[in-house]
């Protein structure tokens, strides 16, 4: 007979295993110190405290471990769909959309929204805010390199992030979004760009063609 888990992802796994710590943390950690107590056991606040230290320690390694599973593919990806089609953004000419490396990170983090909603909603934020905060770092590594704009250049950057911005806003720590906020300010001729119409409308634009992956955020309980 086949094994349920062997039918599972090993980002799945993880998951369940990490939602059964946090559960056993928050709930039953609690109700068995209370059950103690009342039938007169002393000494119970060094062991829950000793206990509480043991299982935070392994929530931060399984939230690392989780964090570092879903990021692989991302990471790995991210430089290569920036520049594909040798895309240069000194000698880029014209601007008609959102990059599809844009697409890409809002698409992939809605299938990881997706697993990690049907094991726990109460885990989403906490995940896809980590994978964020590590994939903006990524971003501003990445613009950082760039050592010349040319004006759609300039233009097409600053679309790509307001872009991220828009879509993923609601997952994101508050150090995150700045950081995001503060990359659109080092970008040649932001100010102009964010204040122009086509900008604008090629923004509305691919909002509306996300809006059935990105609605899936707009539910994330931030924490």
């Excluded at 000494?43 to 206990?51: A, L, N, T």
């Excluded at 299938?111 to 905060?133: D, G, K, T, W």
């Excluded at 204040?195 to 509306?208: E, I, Q, R, W």
Aim: proline share 2%; glycine share 2%.
């Amino acid at each position: 007979m086949t094994n349920s888990s062997e039918h599972l992802s090993k980002t799945t796994c993880l998951v369940i295993v990490f939602n059964n710590f946090v559960y056993t943390r928050r709930f039953i950690l609690p109700r068995l110190k209370k059950i103690f107590l009342n039938y007169g056991f002393r000494g119970m606040d060094r062991v829950y405290e000793e206990i509480e230290t043991i299982y935070k320690r392994v929530d931060e390694q399984l939230l690392e471990t989780v964090q570092t599973e879903y990021l692989r593919p991302f990471l790995h990806r991210l430089e290569a769909r920036m520049y594909s089609g040798r895309f240069d953004w000194a000698t880029h000419m014209r601007v008609t959309a959102v990059k599809d490396y844009v697409k890409h990170i809002i698409l992939d983090l809605a299938r990881v929204h997706a697993e990690i909603y049907s094991i726990s909603s109460q885990l989403v934020f906490l995940v896809l805010s980590r994978i964020l905060s590590t994939l903006v770092n990524e971003l501003v590594k990445l613009y950082s390199n760039i050592n010349q704009f040319s004006k759609a250049g300039s233009m097409q950057a600053c679309l790509d992030i307001i872009a991220l911005q828009e879509c993923l806003g609601r997952c994101m720590e508050n150090e995150t979004s700045n950081k995001l906020k503060t990359l659109i300010t080092q970008i040649p001729e932001a100010a102009e760009n964010i204040k122009s119409k086509a900008l604008t409308d090629m923004l509305n634009v691919f909002l509306k063609q996300m809006q059935p992956y990105s609605i899936a955020f707009r539910d994330v309980l931030q924490q």
